[in-house]
């Protein structure tokens, strides 16, 4: 277990490295940010100072090697619209990203799930035709479309939720909505999948003829062994979560780390995309880590060396 | 007489071969719904400029934002509303689908000969080969692909070929590990040991005796994956980095039309959003049936 940690833990200092090395390369080839921040009148002189204050005028190389040697420290420097450190603002944004990703993963395993177990108890039938129908359109269609059609629906013709913003509870209703919806699906059709291919094994035909109910055999026998693909899909979902965040906080002027992204690359704020893209990167690879663990506990077969 | 000979030789193949062609045969008709859906799509795309009722983008200041013709303050000249620009929403949602649908096909494309090559490599050289595409592939999922789409399209500048690139090589991955599973299983099969033993070159391997065998997979990877980039496409068009106006996208009608939801005109996005919704669940229900019937093992991709 602990080699397979070591290696693993190698393995994710690697794949950090090398989304913060993309992210540098891709930010800094994007235009000089500093001609953009000045009035294009500023004379020479000065335009070269505040390049220098910012340590743009140094070689590609040299700015990378003192990017990597801070950004070990967590310092991804200054960001260059306000003047405050990057990480700080990227931290800032982390939370209301993350209640946003966890909230909507949440309602997408409370609908999901349900809908799965019951399509899968009677394939078929019409309740299992009417959900994985749902789940196909839910899977279908785009983040941002959802979300423009929840706001013609609820904010602007039943005027019931505001278009847009984070604060009271009536706020989270559509973001969470939208982000969680293609979750939602998947998993509602992945459990079904799993679950119906579980339920064929021969340990639930003992588990029904020992006269065991049947929602034990469902409950205890299947769903239990179906969970294993199932939270495999989930974690991977998380890490979509975190994808569709930009979009879905776009839409709703939702003051997360993907419109901090977004903006930051609009103006070439490359420190705040860096500082950005390093966070999201780092959660989802400790959200793929914990789903590993986890699998672990769901099946003892499963032993990491 | 020759219809017998057929049905000895089908019986002579098996009951697996025998299924596999009845299930091609028999297109279920929820799927085949779906299939003259997305081909009734794809022939619009084509005829676009022969069906469209008007030129998609030369509006006329005029008939700005105007209803649909069927709706009560509607105005009888379109069928679908005019747009920001008074240009005909119908017109442009005929011609939008030629850039969804060319994007998505074409980053799939892309997507799939870059990852099958990619994991072709991977799996048969082994060792550093492996370890590095392994190590990429890594760390290409390990951050929203959306905010390096919209870094680089934002490098590189909008356009619609550098937007078939970006879509492209997000999908790469998947692709690589299924052809790199694929290898694993193969690499020692008598068959691939027989040519390296009469001195088979690796190319000559790879492309002539293991590629043929795992181009189902992989095309079902692909038809799975055709939904994807067409959504891909559209939302980074959304977002104002797909082709550039006046060229209408589905994706950039919406997100113009977005601006005139609060007011009421919803038809200039509700329309193309529906156009493009019925496309990606034909497509998705029709790379579902690819799936069941070459390879119903995939389920979980």
């Known amino acids: 277990m602990s080699r397979y940690l070591l290696r693993r833990l190698l393995r994710t200092v690697v794949v950090l490295w090398g989304v913060s090395t993309i992210v540098f390369f891709v930010t800094r080839l994007s235009g000089d940010p500093i001609t953009l921040m000045l009035p294009p009148d500023t004379p020479r002189a000065e335009v070269e100072r505040v390049r220098a204050q910012f340590g743009l005028d140094r070689p590609l190389p040299v700015q990378y090697a003192i990017f990597l040697k801070n950004a070990v420290t967590g310092d991804f420097g200054q960001s260059i619209r306000q003047r405050q450190p990057a990480m700080k603002l990227a931290l800032e944004r982390m939370p209301a990203t993350l209640q946003l990703a966890v909230l909507s993963f949440l309602f997408a395993c409370v609908i999901g799930l349900p809908f799965g177990i019951i399509a899968a108890v009677r394939p078929r039938g019409w309740i299992d035709n009417f959900t994985m129908t749902l789940a196909l359109v839910g899977q279908a269609v785009p983040t941002f479309f959802l979300g423009i059609l929840l706001i013609i629906l609820f904010a602007v013709r039943l005027q019931w939720l505001p278009v847009s913003g984070r604060g009271e509870w009536q706020t989270w209703v559509m973001p969470v909505i939208t982000l969680g919806t293609y979750a939602m699906a998947s998993i509602a059709r992945l459990t079904r999948a799993a679950l119906l291919e579980v339920l064929s094994q021969d340990y639930v035909r003992t588990g029904r003829a020992k006269g065991l109910s049947e929602t034990t055999v469902i409950l205890r026998h299947g769903l239990r062994n179906a969970l294993i693909p199932v939270v495999t899909i989930m974690g991977l979902q998380f890490g979509t979560l975190l994808g569709g965040a930009v979009v879905t906080e776009t839409i709703f002027a939702w003051p997360g780390l993907g419109l901090l992204a977004i903006n930051g690359i609009r103006s070439r704020d490359y420190p705040v995309v860096q500082a950005s893209v390093f966070l999201a990167a780092v959660a989802f690879v400790f959200i793929n880590f914990l789903v590993d663990l986890l699998y672990s506990q769901l099946d003892p077969r499963i032993r990491y060396t | ?301």
């Open chain 2, 1 to 301: 007489m020759a219809s017998s000979v057929a049905t000895a030789q089908l019986q002579e193949a098996g009951p697996a071969l025998r299924k596999r062609r009845s299930r091609w045969r028999s297109i279920p008709p929820s799927v085949l719904v779906f299939v003259v859906i997305v081909i009734a799509i794809v022939l619009m795309a084509i005829a676009a400029p022969l069906i469209a009722p008007y030129d998609p983008d030369s509006g006329n200041l005029r008939g700005r934002l105007l209803a649909p013709s069927w709706l009560p303050d509607g105005n009888p000249a379109y069928f679908l509303g005019s747009d920001e620009q008074g240009r005909d929403v119908l017109s442009r949602m005929i011609h939008g689908a030629r850039i969804s649908l060319a994007v998505g096909f074409a980053a799939v494309l892309i997507g799939g000969l870059l990852g099958s090559l990619l994991g072709l490599l991977a799996g048969y050289f082994g060792r550093a080969v492996d370890e590095i595409i392994m190590t990429l592939a890594d760390i290409q999922l390990a951050f929203p692909f959306i905010l390096l789409a919209i870094a680089v399209i934002a490098v590189v500048g909008p356009s619609l070929r550098n937007l078939i690139i970006v879509v492209g090589i997000s999908g790469w991955v998947t692709y690589a590990r299924i052809a790199r599973a694929q290898v694993l299983g193969l690499r020692e099969r008598e068959f691939v040991v027989a040519s390296q033993s009469i001195g088979g070159t690796s190319w000559r391997i790879i492309f002539r005796h293991i590629l043929p065998n795992i181009l189902s997979p992989l095309i079902v990877v692909a038809s799975l994956d055709l939904a994807r980039t067409i959504i891909l496409e559209s939302t980074l068009s959304f977002l104002g980095l797909g082709v550039q106006p006046p060229t209408a996208s589905w994706g950039s009608m919406l997100g113009a039309g977005r601006e005139y939801i609060n007011t009421g005109q919803w038809w200039i996005s509700i329309f193309p959003g529906l156009l493009l919704t019925l496309t990606t669940i034909g497509v998705s229900r029709i790379g579902d049936w690819v799936r069941d019937v070459l390879d119903p093992t995939m389920r979980n991709i």
